[in-house]
């Protein structure tokens, strides 16, 4: 079965579980459960917290460019000065 | 002061006493962290509070609004909802009302109601529900909540309007507390839907405790769920607390809830009625913040009328009703469905397998598929393990050949003879491929360990038969 967007290795499987269990110390379920929603949430969290770390290293380079919307969200953008910096960077990783 | 959970009691309803009570109950149980608003207005037209509902959010920004309305109201307060859509998604509504129609509650609950509660209001029934809101609400974690809902219920695979129409309803249900009576035939993903519900809900961090009411012996059931005390009955050394109690803030999942006798009923019973139990030879009353969700692949309607069901427990379930189609008719999900199946199962058992031949698939749609899902599932994995293409043709499907009826049967009895040669197919066919380990062949079955004993008696299998050397 796959695991919540691609935890498969076992000790992250481990380190998950225990994690879960750490923020929710009450919680309690069984085999199905923990597959279906337990690693479901991890890999959510585990996901949002690696686009997040990528996101204001891309800020901190000038790639991109941040700003604080009217609803109070950050919201991203290109920073089109550096377009063509950026493609650059793109067709090297091709 | 930015801290500090709001908590707002508008009481458009001030001839009822329902907004005194609230007020009683949640006045006492304030801790200087929050900031409490009482008003009462007395109004005709619920058109009333359009400007009010804003003028509430606009200065004082509550976390949890309490709504307390007549039930003449439930109508317009829909139009109320629509026209301020937009400011009571940035809080949790609760709706107090003297008595609710189902129908016009979900409509308010999907228009962005969190929850409603109905007398005889009972603090372990309120405060429980409000700490869970304003903590979610403070929490913030809105994208992981919203991924969760999203990625969660593509677990229930299925495209078909009949299917949809009723999954639906299950994100509406997670944010209300009431109980939710499950049903659909065997093996059409009751369970599934119930811990989705659970996991969506504010009480996702507690336990989901699943429990088949059917694999429990009639006269342990009351033990299992109340928990008994020292000297209880013979043999009772030692207290047990019970299922209700190890749920304490979670759901428990009752399922095959017909099992259940007439007095674990009428003691279920009390207990959503009051949130208070008894443990088995106590004379003290126990109470307990637990969601109940059961379900059931009977007709509990015809249960009742038979008396095999006590009627007030079928009301009070039956709030929420989500009823689950078999895969029969739903045929157009049979190709999603088995396609999902191979994928898992290819993964599973590390084989190349990529899709079914057009015969095989033929085969699948084709067949009436009693034991739904679960049954279909089984098929498919059991194909992916013996397959030796990348594509699975019609000679790698097994599908069972029930005898055909003698024509003079009822529909229940002949559904329940090809049920039953399912489950017996199924289970000899595990304990074949596990060599006679009942405890391996329940995991692969998802099933506890004594629920698969309890079907081994009941299809008399000879489980010393499939054990190497026999």
């Known amino acids: 079965m796959k695991l919540g967007l691609g935890i498969t290795n076992e000790l992250q499987i481990g380190y998950e579980i225990l994690t879960y269990f750490i923020e929710h110390p009450d919680s309690r379920d069984t085999l199905e459960g923990i597959m279906q929603w ?14 997040k770390k990528v996101l204001a290293e891309l800020v901190a380079r000038g790639y991109i460019v941040e700003q604080k919307g009217g609803d109070s969200q950050t919201h991203y953008q290109i920073n089109k000065s550096k377009y063509r910096e950026i493609q650059a960077i793109l067709k090297k990783c091709c | 002061m930015a801290d500090q959970a709001k908590i707002y009691l508008l009481d458009l309803n001030p001839a009822s006493d329902l907004g005194t009570t609230l007020q009683g109950i949640l006045v006492p149980s304030l801790d200087s962290g929050i900031l409490f608003r009482h008003e009462s207005i007395e109004v005709c037209e619920p058109a009333f509070g359009g400007s009010k509902l804003t003028r509430i959010i606009a200065h004082f920004k509550p976390d949890v609004l309490f ?16 026209s301020t859509s937009r400011e009571l998604s940035e809080f949790s509504t609760i709706i107090v009302v003297e008595e609710c129609n189902p129908d016009e509650m979900f409509a308010l609950l999907k228009l962005g109601a969190s929850d409603f509660i109905t007398p005889p209001l009972k603090a372990i029934n309120i405060l429980p529900r409000l700490w869970r809101l304003v903590e979610q609400t403070r929490r913030s974690e809105t994208l992981t909540r919203t991924l969760k809902e999203k990625l969660g219920l593509r677990q229930l695979v299925g495209e078909s309007p009949a299917f949809l129409a009723e999954t639906k309803k299950i994100p509406i249900m997670a944010k209300c507390d009431a109980n939710i009576l499950l049903s659909g035939e065997t093996g059409t993903g009751k369970e599934l839907c119930a811990r989705a519900i659970h996991y969506l809900s504010p009480r996702a961090s507690k336990p989901f405790l699943p429990v088949n009411c059917g694999a429990i012996p009639a006269e342990l059931i009351e033990n299992e769920l109340f928990g008994h005390v020292r000297g209880a009955f013979t043999g009772a050394s030692v207290s047990q607390t019970g299922l209700i109690h190890e749920a304490l803030g979670g759901t428990l999942f009752l399922d095959e809830i017909d099992c259940l006798s007439l007095s674990a009923q009428a003691k279920l019973l009390r207990f959503l009625q009051e949130k208070e139990y008894r443990q088995l030879g106590s004379t003290k009353m126990c109470q307990a913040d637990v969601r109940v969700i059961v379900a059931t ?35 157009e999900d049979i190709p999603l469905l088995a396609h999902h199946f191979l994928e898992k199962h290819a993964f599973e058992f590390n084989k190349q397998v990529t899709g079914f031949a057009s015969d095989a698939m033929r085969m699948l749609v084709l067949y009436k598929w009693p034991g739904n899902v679960r049954e279909l599932e089984y098929v498919v994995e059991r194909a992916v393990l013996f397959s030796e293409q990348a594509v699975i043709g019609g000679t790698d499907i097994f599908l069972p050949h029930p005898k055909a009826t003698t024509g003079q049967e009822s529909l229940k009895e002949a559904k329940a003879k090809v049920i039953a040669q399912f489950e017996r197919t199924y289970i000899q066919e595990l304990l074949l491929a596990y060599q006679g380990n009942i405890t391996k062949a329940a995991q692969a079955a998802q099933k506890n360990r004594r629920a698969f004993w309890q079907l081994i008696r009941k299809h008399r299998i000879d489980v010393q038969s499939f054990k190497p050397g026999q």
């Open chain 2, 67 to 82: 709504l307390v309305l007549s039930p003449s109201h439930l109508k317009q307060t829909g139009t109320l909802f629509q």
């Open chain 2, 297 to 331: 692949n009977l007709d509990l309607e015809e249960a009742v009328r038979e008396g095999k069901f006590r009627q007030d427990l079928y009301y009070r379930l039956n709030i929420v009703p989500l009823m689950l189609p078999p895969l029969r008719e739903r045929r």
């Open chain 1, 38 to 51: 337990w690693l479901l949430e991890r890999s959510i969290k585990l996901q949002i917290a690696k686009v």
